[in-house]
């Protein structure tokens, strides 16, 4: 359990190349993502929807403000790192919440990344194509 008096929780998401630093502090429940409203920030409502899911399931909507620096990968990845970081930080305010962000998987670090481009080849699946003459 996290002290009382510790008013800021600090907390790093990763997913794909993009790492999201986050800082939650009680609040009304405003996000800001780079120093913008994140419905400005992410365009897409599906990324949207994904960074708002740790705190819809453990209802602390607005109860916290979080600020958040992202950087590195695409939007969707982002997102993603976003996500993490939150539901982690959200897991240092009790362990009731811990318990419940870990069933629904949002702790656990998506592994998936883009596989590496192979040598002598054209991707990393691809292949030259096979002639027999």
Same mark, same amino acid.
């Given at each position: 359990?996290?002290?009382?008096?510790?008013?800021?929780?600090? /907390?790093? +998401? %990763?997913?794909?190349?993009?790492?999201?630093?986050?800082?939650?502090? !009680?609040? #009304?429940?405003?996000?800001?993502? #780079?120093?913008?409203?994140?419905?400005?920030?992410?365009? %897409?409502?599906?990324?949207?929807?994904?960074?708002?899911?740790?705190?819809?399931?453990? #209802?602390?909507?607005?109860?916290?403000? @979080?600020?958040? #620096?992202?950087?590195?990968?695409?939007?969707?990845?982002?997102? +993603? /790192?976003? %996500?993490?970081? @939150? /539901?982690?930080?959200? /897991?240092?305010?009790?362990?009731?919440?811990?318990?419940?962000?870990?069933?629904?998987?949002?702790?656990?670090?998506? !592994?998936?990344?883009?596989?590496?481009?192979?040598?002598?080849?054209? +991707?990393?699946?691809?292949?030259?194509?096979?002639?027999? %003459?």
């Amino acid at each position: 359990m996290v002290e009382q008096n510790v008013s800021i929780i600090w /907390a790093t +998401g %990763r997913r794909k190349s993009s790492v999201a630093r986050v800082r939650l502090m !009680p609040g #009304n429940g405003e996000i800001q993502v #780079n120093k913008k409203p994140l419905d400005e920030y992410f365009g %897409r409502p599906t990324s949207r929807l994904v960074v708002r899911q740790p705190l819809k399931s453990t #209802n602390l909507f607005e109860k916290f403000n @979080i600020v958040a #620096n992202v950087k590195g990968g695409g939007k969707s990845g982002q997102a +993603g /790192a976003l %996500r993490h970081g @939150i /539901a982690r930080a959200l /897991a240092k305010t009790s362990d009731d919440t811990k318990v419940l962000l870990r069933r629904k998987g949002y702790l656990t670090r998506d !592994p998936r990344a883009k596989e590496r481009k192979k040598y002598g080849q054209k +991707g990393a699946r691809k292949r030259f194509q096979w002639t027999k %003459r």
